[in-house]
C-alpha cells in the first residue's frame, strides 16, 4: 500500500522538480550550472531508490554508479574523467546484466563481446600511439551502451522508458565523445559544421542526458505506473 501511494505522488512531484532543475541547466552558467546539474541526477537516484521495487535493484545500482560519475565529471574541477568513465561503465555494465536476466539472449552476449573487441581494435588503429586509458575505457562504455540500446528495444513492449532513455544517451554521450576527439584526438577543426554543433553555445549535451536519466528511473516504477 505505501509503494503504490509512492508511485502515485511521487512522479508528478519529481517531474516538476527536474523541469525545473531542467531550465536553470539549459540556461544557467558557472556554480549555478554545476550544483543544478548534480541535483538532477542525485534526484534520479532517489526516486529510483524510493519507487522502485526488487526486480529494479540493478537500475538502482547503475543510477548510483551515474551519481557516482557525475560527481568526478560535473562537481570536481578539472573534472577527472577517468574516473567518471570508469563509472559510467560500470553502470552500462548493471544495466547489460539486467538486459540479459530479462532475455535470456545468449547470442547478443557475444555480439556484445565482439563489438567490444571490435571497438578497441578500430580506437587502437585510428589513434595508434595517442590511445589512451580514457580512450580505451569509453570506447569499451559507448560499444556496451548500443548494445544495451538494441537489446533494450527487443523487450521493447515490457519496457517503453528504459530503450528510449539508453538512446537519448548515447546522443549525450556522441556529443561529449565529439567533444573530447575534438581537444586531440581527432582533427576536427574549428571552422568545420560538425565542431559547430558540438561547441554550440547551447548545453547539447545534457538537452539529451537529463531526460535520459529521468526516462530511466521511470522505468523502475511498476509498468501500470509508467
Known amino acids: 500500500m505505501i509503494k503504490d501511494r509512492k508511485a502515485a505522488f511521487l512522479p508528478p512531484i519529481f517531474l516538476l522538480s527536474e523541469g525545473i532543475l531542467y531550465y536553470f541547466i539549459l540556461t544557467a552558467s558557472g556554480r549555478v550550472l554545476m550544483y543544478t546539474s548534480f ?8 526516486f529510483a531508490l524510493l ?30 574523467r577517468i574516473w567518471g568513465m570508469v563509472f559510467f561503465l560500470v553502470a552500462q555494465t548493471l544495466y547489460a546484466v539486467k538486459l540479459h536476466l530479462c532475455t535470456g539472449n545468449k547470442p547478443i552476449l557475444f555480439v556484445r563481446i ?19 586509458a580514457l580512450a580505451a575505457i569509453s570506447m569499451c562504455y559507448y560499444a556496451n551502451l548500443l548494445i544495451n540500446i538494441i537489446e533494450g528495444f527487443t523487450v521493447f513492449s515490457k519496457n517503453r522508458l528504459f530503450p528510449i532513455g539508453l538512446l537519448l544517451f548515447i546522443l549525450c ?8 576527439a575534438a581537444s586531440g584526438y581527432l582533427p576536427i577543426g574549428p571552422n568545420s559544421l ?33
Open 39 to 46: 541535483l538532477s541526477v542525485v534526484l534520479c537516484f532517489a
Open 114 to 132: 565482439l563489438l567490444t573487441v571490435l571497438a578497441e581494435a578500430v580506437a587502437l588503429i585510428v589513434l595508434g600511439s595517442r590511445l589512451d
Open 194 to 226: 560538425l565542431h559547430k554543433i558540438i561547441f554550440m553555445d547551447f548545453n547539447l549535451s545534457w538537452f539529451f542526458y537529463l531526460p535520459s536519466q529521468v526516462l530511466i528511473s521511470m522505468s523502475t516504477l511498476p509498468r501500470s505506473n509508467q
Open 51 to 80: 519507487c522502485s521495487d526488487k526486480s529494479s535493484i540493478l537500475t538502482v545500482f547503475a543510477l548510483a554508479c551515474t551519481v557516482g560519475a557525475d560527481f568526478f565529471l560535473v562537481l570536481q574541477t578539472p573534472a577527472e
Open 173 to 180: 554521450d556522441t556529443v561529449i565523445g565529439l567533444q573530447v
